[in-house]
């Protein structure tokens, strides 16, 4: 995914996904040198799936303050 215009339309589509949110916690955050990494927890039920808690952790590399890079890692309870 490049850009901000693709980035925020993947956003869209996932968002329109969800049926239900229940709800997102931030478990841990870690910056170093132009980098930051944060763990959520989110508490869903996908449209014609069952509620799940999805772990997800976000990446991010900064150059001039803003994110010039972002990878996820993802698991399910």
Do not use: L
Request: glycine share 8%; net charge negative; aromatic share 10%.
């Amino acid at each position: 995914m490049v850009g901000k215009s693709a980035n925020r339309e993947r956003e869209i589509q996932g968002m329109q996904m969800i049926e239900t949110f229940h709800g997102a916690q931030v478990h841990a955050v870690t910056v170093g040198d132009n980098v930051t990494m944060v763990e959520w927890e989110f508490d869903v039920t996908y449209k014609g799936a069952p509620r799940m808690k999805m772990c997800q952790v976000a990446v991010q590399r900064w150059a001039d303050g803003q994110i010039i890079n972002e990878r996820f890692y993802y698991s399910t309870n």
